[in-house]
């Protein structure tokens, strides 16, 4: 098992431009996550999946879209970028009550 | 509602010396309480959880942690400290099962020889 990854690992972003994050899980977990991670803040909600088909807004959701097509993706998309996103962004799927990360991508927006 | 708090941003120990990071939680249900890792340029990894069984809880790499309902806290510690130690731990909190994590904002963990 591959667990969870996520591509790609780095990418700096001009203000306006878009871009897709992709996360993929190999364990047939319904449950998917997007987190974000900033110093000293802990991680935060962007949104989350209990299934495909169907995706809700976690804690801080402006900017970002999501979709879930199948039980093994879950992609994060911005649609147009902006500093305050800089972050190192996490995906993570669970099955019962752990959640299993992905290695992260580091964004960064100029 | 669930929050987490975590006492202290960053937390020193020598090798061979007890660890103790502090987690506070606040939760409108009973709560599952867990405690991550998270290495360097890594992502988080599962050290232990408390799912309402037993309240004391043996997680990997020798770290425990004891559910204190009265006091609403979820210490993690370890006896002895390893410069493998070093790393950011992160408390979190959720209301059941499969439910949404609420994570605290970290611990850094710095081991001195």
């Known amino acids: 098992n591959a667990g969870v990854t996520q591509t790609p690992k780095f990418r700096i972003l001009k203000i306006g431009q878009s871009m897709t994050l992709q996360c993929t899980q190999d364990?047939?977990?319904?449950?998917m996550y997007w987190y974000r991670q900033d110093p000293g803040m802990g991680l935060k909600l962007i949104y989350y999946s209990v299934g495909a088909g169907i995706t809700d807004k976690g804690e801080v959701p402006n900017g970002y879209n999501v979709s879930r097509s199948t039980t093994e993706d879950f992609p994060l998309r911005l649609e147009l970028a902006a500093p305050s996103q800089t972050s190192v962004y996490f995906c993570a799927s669970s099955y019962k009550t752990e959640q299993f990360f992905g290695p992260g991508t580091r964004l960064t927006v100029l | 509602a669930q929050s987490v708090t975590q006492l202290g941003s960053h937390v020193s120990v020598s090798e061979g010396a007890l660890v103790l990071l502090r987690c506070n939680y606040s939760s409108s249900v009973p709560p599952y309480l867990f405690w991550y890792v998270q290495y360097p340029n890594q992502g988080l990894q599962l050290l232990l959880k408390?799912?309402?069984?037993?309240?004391l809880v043996k997680g990997i790499n020798g770290f425990e942690a004891e559910f204190k309902k009265s006091e609403t806290s979820f210490h993690l510690t370890k006896p002895s400290a390893h410069m493998s130690d070093a790393a950011e731990y992160f408390c979190a909190v959720s209301g059941g099962n499969t439910d949404k994590l609420i994570f605290g904002t970290g611990t850094r963990l710095q081991v001195f020889p």
């Open positions: 408390y799912t309402s069984a037993a309240t």
């Open positions: 364990m047939n977990h319904n449950y």
